[in-house]
T-cell receptor
Framework: DADVTQTPRNRITKTGKRIMLECSQTKGHDRMYWYRQDPGLGLRLIYYSFDVKDINKGEISDGYSVSRQAQAKFSLSLESAIPNQTALYFC?????????????FGSGTRLTVV | KQEVTQIPAALSVPEGENLVLNCSFTDSAIYNLQWFRQDPGKGLTSLLLIQSSQREQTSGRLNASLDKSSGRSTLYIAASQPGDSATYLCAVETSGSRLTFGEGTQLTVNP
């Protein structure tokens, strides 16, 4: 099994729909992150969580919400999807020990909002 | 604010050539620097992680160096192969677990 698993891998949804992207990890890391990747804009941080009770907004949190259900699970929700949220979404983890273990990324969820 | 720049943006080389990808960052107060590989439409695969106290790391045909004081890192790929074709991303971690990425170098290795 992958260290960081994202579901679904691909999703097409309609404008205005609510959608949830899920992430689970087996690294045992406390810190989890959601990024989106757009051509020409690179990877941008949406939300991050340092532990179950600590959730923080990243650069581009508007239109998104998150839930940290357990140390190993971190989900991203789009309450009312819009076409400019079409992107490749990545979940990542890190150990938070001043970078001793680096970051581990999931395989990504390709989301298309029509 | 940390900024990471990767040069060149794209590179095309014949198979077998040795090559160097460059990464520079503006704030030298980093915990580490990580090189990733991304195939089209796929996830990020970690290649090498260099701690701030280290000068280089090696894995197979890959060698990454770090000069923190000058804000530079290089990824050296020896004897390139068509399977090395991908986008290579450089990322630095700073305090507060903030990871800043460069835009990447798109590498094509021609048979």
């Amino acid at each position: 099994d992958a260290d960081v698993t994202q579901t679904p891998r691909n999703r097409i949804t309609k404008t205005g729909k609510r959608i949830m992207l899920e992430c689970s990890q087996t690294k045992g890391h406390d810190r989890m992150y959601w990024y989106r990747q757009d051509p020409g804009l690179g990877l941008r941080l949406i939300y991050y969580s340092f532990d179950v009770k600590d959730i923080n907004k990243g650069e581009i949190s508007d239109g998104y919400s998150v839930s940290r259900q357990a140390q190993a699970k971190f989900s991203l929700s789009l309450e009312s999807a819009i076409p400019n949220q079409t992107a490749l979404y990545f979940c990542a983890t890190s150990d938070g020990k001043q970078g001793l273990d680096g970051y581990t990324f999931g395989s990504g969820t390709r989301l298309t909002v029509v | 604010k940390q900024e990471v720049t990767q040069i060149p943006a794209a590179l095309s080389v014949p198979e077998g050539e040795n090559l160097v990808l460059n990464c520079s960052f503006t704030d030298s107060a980093i915990y580490n620097l990580q090189w990733f590989r991304q195939d089209p439409g796929k996830g990020l695969t970690s290649l090498l992680l260099i701690q701030s106290s280290q000068r280089e790391q090696t894995s197979g045909r890959l060698n990454a160096s770090l000069d923190k004081s000058s804000g530079r890192s290089t990824l050296y790929i020896a004897a390139s192969q068509p399977g090395d074709s991908a986008t290579y991303l450089c990322a630095v971690e700073t305090s507060g677990s903030r990871l800043t990425f460069g835009e990447g170098t798109q590498l094509t290795v021609n048979p």
